[in-house]
């Protein structure tokens, strides 16, 4: 190698180094699908006739989030994560976002840390009363009319609980408190993808809102790929 | 001084009198078949207690005007009787105004709480709750599903609580935040409070009815003008008191089974 061969490595090894993130060294992976068996209940157009400048929003009125199905009986809106093995971890130093916006949370199912910064901001026209309703976290409300600045909380126990207004009725969502940054929230296709598991023996809990939660033993050695996949019931009504 | 206060007093009640007198201050338009007999009874209540009033005042006002300035030393006189008599008048004036007035109102009081509605009258239930309105019509079976407190779920905009799971009369029930109704067409509605006192107000319907948690009540109208009206809550039911409304939807006897059809399918 010559001299300047070896200048340009160094520095694109400094860069690298820069680049990637400080976290837990690349392991294994555990990907896989969630999925129903059944017939879903039909999720039903929700009305905000009451809330005329959210109505307004929607050409055609959107349905309730509280089963996400897919093609194939993928099923969306399903927290996927560690619930043991993996060691509890310092909260990340960026904020979680729940946005309120045309009388609905955005998004459905927020996952965010133990202790990391929750921003809840309203983009409505109209006031809303936030009211997550934990069971072992601290329980309060907060009222957040048109215009104000966002309001900023953290949960510190891990705990997965539902979110409601206190002024529109069909404005429903959920919040995961977890203990670790190994999650994952399925969309529409059902895939989720825990990556950068160190070796070891892991518990892998789905948890969908209605349909409950389900756990799988899995045990990563070294960088291998493993598929988990989870299969819930559903219910017609 | 005195006079100048008998001026004040006969122009205070000469003001107060001008904007009911002109109809500055119209109500809104009645689109009900039992809501003239309210307004007649608006009318005359404001008739009656105006000109009582305005009377009352001028009275004052003479009094005022012609016992004031009175010369020292000249005999004080009262009121024939003493004040015994005064105030016996007084309680036979005011309660034969009121009984009038309460005579007069028993026939548009009766029609909306003593007879029953038309056999024909379509049954539609109101649920109000912290902050909204909901409505329920039993659809084609004719039937509410029961209501199971524990069943309700929001989220899942479930929010009579029923059971379509194991009922099947609640399986076609339609529930909607908008009160939809066929024009010229009896509605009994069927109230029913989830939480606290609330309140179902309709200007135009000339029909102000409390929801009373624990009692179920009934109530019945013909609404028979096509239009969009809010419904508010008169009654301070919590912080979100303010943002408690909804909609009565008037629609035609064809559009109203279109909306019916159009609900059934979802």
Redesign the interface.
């Known amino acids: 190698m010559g001299r300047k061969q070896f200048v340009v490595a160094g520095l694109a090894m400094l860069v690298l180094a820069a680049t990637s993130k400080a976290g837990p060294p690349a392991g294994g992976t555990v990907s896989g699908k969630v999925t129903y068996e059944g017939t879903p209940a039909k999720m039903k157009p929700i009305d905000m006739s009451k809330e005329p400048s959210c109505a307004k929003m929607y050409p055609t009125p959107p349905v309730a989030e509280t089963v996400v199905a897919g093609s194939g009986n993928s099923l969306g809106n399903v927290v996927v994560y560690i619930s043991a093995g993996a060691p509890d971890e310092a909260a990340p130093s960026t904020a979680a976002v729940f946005n309120q916006k045309g009388c609905r949370y955005i998004p459905h199912v927020l996952v965010f840390q133990v202790n990391q910064e929750l921003k809840i901001q309203n983009e409505d026209q109209t006031s809303h009363n936030i009211h997550p309703l934990p069971k072992i976290n601290r329980e309060w409300n907060k009222s957040q009319p048109p215009g104000t600045p966002p309001i900023s909380e953290k949960y510190d126990k891990a705990e997965i609980f539902p979110v409601k207004c206190n002024v529109h009725p069909w404005m429903h969502g959920n919040f995961a408190v977890l203990k670790n940054s190994h999650f994952a929230i399925t969309g529409d296709s059902g895939a989720f993808t825990l990556p950068n598991l160190p070796p070891g023996k892991y518990t892998v809990t789905a948890w969908h809102e209605s349909y409950g939660d389900q756990s799988q033993e899995v045990t990563i050695s070294g960088r291998e790929a493993k598929t988990v996949n989870f299969v819930f019931k559903a219910k017609p009504y | 001084m005195g006079k100048l206060l008998a001026i004040v007093l006969v122009a205070i009640a000469v003001l107060s009198a001008y904007p009911i007198v002109t109809h500055m201050f119209v109500l809104p338009e009645d689109i009900s078949t039992h809501g003239y007999a309210i307004d007649s009874q608006i009318h005359d209540t404001m008739l009656e207690a105006g000109l009582s009033f305005v009377g009352a005042q001028i009275v004052l006002a003479a009094f005022v005007w012609s016992f004031t300035n009175r010369k020292e030393g000249s005999p004080l006189r009262s009121f024939p009787g003493g004040a015994k008599v005064a105030v016996m008048a007084a309680f036979v004036l005011v309660g034969t105004e009121v009984l009038a007035l309460g005579v007069m109102g028993q026939k548009a009081w009766a029609e909306v709480y003593f007879t029953a509605p038309k056999p024909n009258a379509i049954q539609i239930q109101a649920q109000a709750?912290?902050?909204?309105?909901?409505f329920r019509y039993a659809g084609p079976d004719t039937k509410f599903g029961a209501i199971h407190p524990d069943k309700i779920d929001?989220?899942?905009?479930n929010?009579f609580g029923l059971?379509?799971?194991n009922e099947v009369e609640a399986?076609d029930d339609i529930?909607?935040?908008?009160l939809v109704v066929p024009v010229n067409r009896e509605v009994q509605l069927l109230m029913h409070a989830k939480d606290v006192g609330h309140s179902f107000y309709i200007r135009e319907l000339r029909i102000q009815q409390d929801f009373v948690p624990g009692l179920d009540l009934s109530l019945h109208f013909t609404a028979t003008k096509i239009g969009k009206y809010e419904i508010v809550c008169t009654q301070l039911c919590g912080?979100?008191h303010y943002?408690m409304?909804?909609?009565m939807n008037v629609m035609s006897e064809e559009d109203y089974e279109k909306w019916l059809t159009e609900q059934a399918g979802?």
């Open positions: 709750e912290q902050f909204a309105y909901y929001e989220g899942n905009q929010y059971d379509p799971a399986r529930v909607s935040g908008e912080l979100g943002n409304k909804a909609y979802q």
